[in-house]
């Protein structure tokens, strides 16, 4: 029995989510109360929820079959490749990236191969020409193996990059299907032609589960499990958040009570969700929220397509490194904003500060305490002072960080926005609002169907010299 | 004759303002007019500016001596160590981060040492317990210089870190005043007295300069030289912006019209400044800005003693790839940020596009591009999609990257940031709001003098259980 099945594992590693620092209790009166958050609209968000969840596609956890075809592909990598490198942008990026800083070692490229058990990683979710050159320089791409994530194959940064690859292969006569293996929709799209075509080795997206929905897909996991990270337990952590969540009581459910209490803060006019872990291995898990959070969320329209204008910018912040660039601001500064802090309760390491400096009580203070101590007590210092000067914050806690934790994690904040989006009426799974980007993109580089726009672009005002300093 | 003395050279590589995006003739009636910047609250600020430059800390560059000093350590460092490690946090530590992903390659401590001609570099900005047992599985801390920067010796983490280093070094038989460089006030604090007893090689922080605005001192410039970076030219582009900065008219002062747009901006409600480099190098060029903006100007009281609680957040984003996380919330959400880009005119690679996928319509169109176009189209298409949507934007724009834009545009945005100060009427230079949170970490660890404060806490509210969701 994996010990992610033992009910004993799954009671220790619960997370959890503690908001008193949200309550007029502790913060005064830019507090909440709970009968704010018992509002007929947050009831109401949470019934709808409810009824809709069977159909979202991010609640549709990968079956074992698809599992194991993973893993199969993942072992074979392993032992065949020093380099695995991710070509693909946004949801297709940000997911693997927070895995992998979560779940490796901080340092895990300058590991050495041995210490690795896998090979080096690199996730190219930019189209800088001075990156792609950097990334050339380290790596020996016969070597390598390559995955192209566009579930559209329509995404143009990541198709320039699969030509500038297809083309580096073939004039090193390497085969294209030997080091490429494409994660894309099974039937629709540029690159499943592609894959088709060319025999690449493929893994599919469910065809209604949308990028930044996809961490426990294979648009995640294969990398996850190239890395060594455990994918059945992270996919259990996730199934396990699942069963956590089946209250329509926001304050019987973590995730809804999130969303709302998020939801509420911003109707209050804090439009600004900082998002501040206490561990440098996750990091970039808030930058994988500020996706989910910002593109589900920041709508003009709602579902009766009136204008709404609505989204809370999320920041990332890293404690406790930002108490000292961030802190002052969120101390001193206007009401804007909900601080949510993520700690640790035991990390993976222990460094005790040993007695030096005596003589100088002013540091010799911190002797005989532990980094771990330190840590722990800049987090708690900061939640108080910020209650203290009247700022609401929460904390979510991780017992550690592990497959199963970061699984829970990341369907708790999956779940949260989606109940965010009820409760604000909109579509949190679209994102018409990057289209004009992309439309003059097109326009500018001639593709064709895109001349109209072309000629709105050329007869756009031009702007003045005398609004150009030079 | 060095190219930064070389007036051909500076008129290349001055870095550009394009503030059209902001105004009314692009973005309608939401965007400014020339005549808000010219507003006596500007006006004003401008004089204030101009009366105080002589006394601003960050306007006195480094004297030659100092350069020498430095560059004679720099270059026995690169000699004698295969790591050199920054002990520092904040204003210590983003500035060394910012200026070397700028300047060296992107994948710079994977490269061979031969290839990379100096020490490989790590920056310590937190006290991740597992973030510094990392650190020393990949490094030697007896081929290591590690340099220990805090200006007044008593930040937590940084002398926590120092104790465990010199425990470490000691358990090993080395000598510490060998390995350890420190960076500090030449006369007061903690670690000038460590220095001095141990016999530490030390740099010295001007003392009126706080540690934000100190890249361009000591703090930033040892690592920059042990990386190879030519420092005087980083000062030069700093000198060489200074003398484009002399107008007290905001219309010709690219740096008081940043400041100027950016509150007034804010006084229109948007509170929210998203900084978005096109550019991997530029990356952490937003995090440098990010706490200039946020600790400079985040402030409780005015110059007056009244309640202003004033501040603007900084965003920090990259381009292209936040296109496909944040720009959807900033095209359709609400009207609370002004987005500034930064475009590169020449990259230092060039990466073609090659022609594949002919029977594709949909992908081959990039083919015969290249990624350079691609990302400069990107940018346009992303500002022209905000401005069309209604959404103040503007761009800064660096002739290329190197030492010499880097350091003007350092120095721009000190001075923006000090100007904005200005306008607020606040004291840009300090940071009272993050005593609460230092001072309660200290009660916590038991540091004499605090017990009050230790008592204050323990009569705090503790909350409730019911707002403990596990």
Redesign the interface.
């Known amino acids: 029995m994996k010990r992610y099945e033992q009910p004993d594992f799954q009671q220790a590693m ?1 997370i ?8 007029q ?2 913060v005064g009166e830019k507090g909440l109360c ?1 009968a704010d958050l018992q509002a007929p609209c947050y009831q109401k968000a949470a019934e709808r929820a409810h009824a809709k969840r069977a159909q979202w596609a991010f609640c549709h956890l990968p079956e074992d079959a698809v599992l194991t075809q993973i893993e199969t592909m993942a072992a074979q990598i392993r032992r065949q490749c020093e380099a695995f490198v991710v070509f693909g ?3 297709s ?2 997911g693997p990236m927070a895995v992998h800083q979560a779940l490796q ?3 895990y ?3 050495p191969a041995e ?1 690795r058990g896998g090979p ?1 990683f690199y996730v190219e ?11 050339l ?2 790596i020996d791409p016969g070597k390598t193996c390559f995955n192209v994530i566009t579930k559209s ?5 990541t ?2 990059q699969m ?2 690859l ?2 580096l292969l073939k004039d090193r006569g390497l085969d294209v299907a030997e080091h490429v293996i494409a994660t894309t929709d099974a039937e629709k799209g ?1 690159l499943i ?2 894959a088709k075509r060319l025999g690449l080795r493929t893994l599919y997206v469910p065809s209604d589960l949308g ?2 929905f996809s961490e426990l897909s294979p648009v995640g996991l294969l990398s996850a499990a190239v890395c060594g990270i455990d994918i059945r337990e992270m996919v259990a952590g996730a199934a396990f958040m699942d069963t956590r969540l089946q209250s329509q009581d926001v ?2 459910n ?1 995730a809804y ?1 999130e969303g709302a209490m998020q939801m509420e803060c911003m109707r209050r006019g804090r ?2 969700a900082v998002m501040m872990p ?4 996750l990091k970039l898990m808030a ?1 994988w929220y ?2 989910l959070w ?2 589900s ?4 329209y709602n579902w009766q397509g009136d204008v709404v ?3 809370q ?1 999320p ?2 912040a ?1 404690g ?2 930002d ?15 909900v601080v949510t802090f993520i700690g640790v309760d035991a ?8 007695l ?2 005596e003589q ?4 010799a ?3 005989g ?7 722990a ?2 987090l ?3 939640g ?3 209650a ?2 009247g700022k609401p914050n929460k904390t979510i806690f991780l017992p550690e960080v592990n497959a199963f934790t970061i699984g829970q994690l990341l369907y708790f904040f999956e779940m949260a926005t989606a109940y965010a989006g009820e409760v604000l009426d909109i579509n949190a799974f679209d ?4 289209e ?13 169907g895109f001349e109209v726009k072309k000629q709105e ?1 050329d007869a ?2 031009k ?2 010299d ?5």
């Open positions: 619960r959890r989510l503690d908001v008193n620092h949200m309550m209790e502790c709970k942008i946004g949801g990026a940000l070692h901080l340092h490229n300058e590991l210490k080096r979710d930019n189209v800088d020409p001075e990156r792609m050159a950097a990334l320089d380290v194959g329509s995404t143009s940064e198709m320039a030509m500038i297809t083309r540029n032609q592609i990028g930044r304050w019987e973590m009570l439009n600004i206490y561990a440098d291995s930058d500020a996706q910002a593109e969320l920041g709508k003009r204008a609505v989204g910018t920041v990332k890293l406790v490194t108490q000292h660039s961030q802190v002052q601001l969120y101390v001193e500064g206007p009401d804007d904003k990390y993976r390491a222990q460094v005790p500060i040993p030096e400096y100088i009580p002013d540091v203070f911190l002797g305490h532990s980094l771990n101590e330190l840590i007590a800049e708690f210092a900061t108080y002072a910020l203290k000067a994102q018409p609002g990057v004009g980007g992309k439309q003059a993109t097109y326009a500018l580089l001639g593709k064709p672009m756009a005002p702007g003045k005398a609004y150009r300093l030079a």
